[in-house]
T-cell receptor, first 115, second 113 residues
């Protein structure tokens, strides 16, 4: 149980392109999902908390206009990287949990490369 | 500032030995504690979680928590080469930050045959 699916696994695109990443909870409903970013040889950094039916909560230093989050249903959250630039290249990972007292389970991650 | 600290390693142990991974945290209000394993190029995978002081065992893995010392550890018995990975300690904050995980920088474990 507690399977989280993330799509796509890899994205390579040109600078200035917008990229959408999907995160789905497959066997449970998630009112809250989390988006992380991980640079090479570094740990996970929380970018934002995605809340179903309301605005996402962004961590300090994360540009909300650049990283658009939409949590339109109890099983789907999307992260759109707008006007992506090479410095946005990273490993983006989402997570979700069945309820607030359960551990977070991670999707497989999306490796984003901006040329 | 809320922090989670781990020895980055690398920690190298021979096959069959016990690997001991340690983590300290700064926020006394932290509620729950997790160990994730991350293979190179992959996303983290939950290994253990612990909420109460003491030991929790699951197969070859034992998590230990000491809230008074703000210390959590993971023991891996009978280490196997397949255990070679980065181990991330994560802490679930309390209060208004409940539910958010703060990760340590990870400990690289290498189990050699």
């Amino acid at each position: 149980g507690a399977v989280v699916s993330q799509h796509p696994s890899w994205v390579i695109c040109k600078s200035g392109t917008s990229v959408k990443i999907e995160c789905r909870s497959l066997d449970f409903q998630a009112t809250t999902m989390f988006w992380y970013r991980q640079f090479p040889k570094q740990s996970l950094m929380l970018m934002a908390t995605s809340n179903e039916g309301s605005k996402a909560t962004y961590e300090q230093g994360v540009e909300k206009d650049k990283f658009l989050i939409n949590h339109a249903s109890l099983t789907l959250s999307t992260l759109t990287v707008t006007s992506a630039h090479p410095e946005d290249s990273s490993f983006y990972i989402c997570s979700a949990r069945p309820d607030r007292n359960q551990p977070q389970h991670f999707g497989d991650g999306t490796r984003l490369s901006i040329l | 500032q809320k922090e989670v600290e781990q020895n980055s390693g690398p920690l190298s142990v021979p096959e069959g030995a016990i690997a001991s991974l340690n983590c300290t945290y700064s926020d006394r209000g932290s509620q729950s504690f997790f160990w994730y394993r991350q293979y190179s190029g992959k996303s983290p995978e939950l290994i253990m979680f612990i909420y109460s002081n003491g030991d929790k065992e699951d197969g070859r893995f034992t998590a230990q928590l000491n809230k008074a010392s703000q210390y959590v550890s993971l023991l891996i018995r009978d280490s196997q080469p397949s255990d070679s990975a980065t181990y991330l300690c994560a802490v679930n904050a309390g209060g208004t930050s409940y539910g958010k995980l703060t990760f340590g920088q990870g400990t690289i474990l290498t189990v050699h045959p």
